[in-house]
């Protein structure tokens, strides 16, 4: 089912904007914009923790593809933005089940899926996502985090494990003390169970992955890109000088790296 939103024109044709529902595993509905081309070539771009796909970085990269004719699909996860679910703490797992579900679907209308961009949480998507399905051969990690047991502190306190063991569940709240979501133990023991060197280890040669990581991401230190380059065996990394968690004044940067090594490999799968 598809929606025209807007359109925008694109050189000498019109691109497309239609929302798209695509049903997941669990039967909810995941709510996305395509950036329709009419290339058969397209890219799937996934948010961050607690995000979606109306971000800047991901509203970004999909006009960037747009402008050199490549289609792309922005989304959310379940519980996420517009789409239906909870919202779930950890749920790596989850998230790689819900982008096969978008795979899928384009991949049944022919499409031919170049390449899973993520930003942050999403980064961490996509490469699980890499190394469980191994049927995309172009992969970008944008600030994803290695160290999935970082972090946890500063969001649910320093006696999180007591609190949880205690009471089943953390509800984390803003500066005026509204819960904003809640952290089940179920949620957080997935987290932790997350093995991000496994997941590296095992994606396959034949994939090709960027790793983009900013020196002044406040939220995911860059040692964490350092460590997926060790382990990722077909990798590329590229430290952004000056760049927070939303590359906020590096937004030109982010997006000319990315289209740079999608279309490497579209020019390398041309020769084959």
């Known amino acids: ?68 004719g490549i289609s792309a699909f922005r989304f959310d996860f379940a519980g996420n933005g517009e789409s239906e679910g909870s919202f779930q703490y950890g749920n790596y797992r989850r998230e790689a089940e819900d982008l096969r579900s978008v795979v899928e679907h384009f991949q049944a209308e022919q499409r031919l899926i170049v390449a899973l961009i993520g930003h942050s949480k999403g980064g961490n998507a996509v490469l699980m996502y890499a190394s469980r399905y191994k049927d995309i051969h172009t992969i ?7 160290n999935l047991r970082r972090g946890i502190e500063g969001r649910l306190g320093k006696d999180f494990q007591e609190k949880i063991e205690r009471c089943g569940f953390i509800d984390v709240k803003n500066r005026r003390g509204k819960t904003e979501y809640r952290v089940t133990k179920e949620s957080l023991m997935d987290r932790l169970a997350t093995d991000t060197r496994s997941a590296s280890q095992t994606i396959p040669l034949s994939c090709r992955v960027l790793t983009i ?54 020019r390398k799968d041309s020769r084959l």
């Open 213 to 266: 990581h900013g020196t002044l991401d406040e939220f995911v230190p860059v040692e964490d890109a350092h460590n997926f380059a060790k382990y990722i065996p077909n990798h590329k990394l590229c430290i952004v000088e000056g760049a927070d968690h939303e590359y906020t004044k590096h937004q030109s940067e982010l997006a000319s790296t990315v289209l740079n090594f999608v279309k490497t490999g579209l």
């Open 140 to 146: 970008v990690n944008i600030a994803g985090r290695f």
């Open 1 to 68: 089912m598809s929606e025209k939103q807007q359109n925008r024109p694109y050189n000498s044709t019109v691109a497309q904007h239609n929302r798209l529902f695509i049903e997941n595993s669990h039967g909810e509905k995941l709510v996305g914009i395509l950036h329709e081309t009419g290339s058969t070539e397209l890219v799937v771009i996934c948010h961050g923790f607690r995000s979606s796909k109306d971000r800047i970085p991901m509203v970004n990269l999909a006009f960037a593809f747009e402008r050199e």
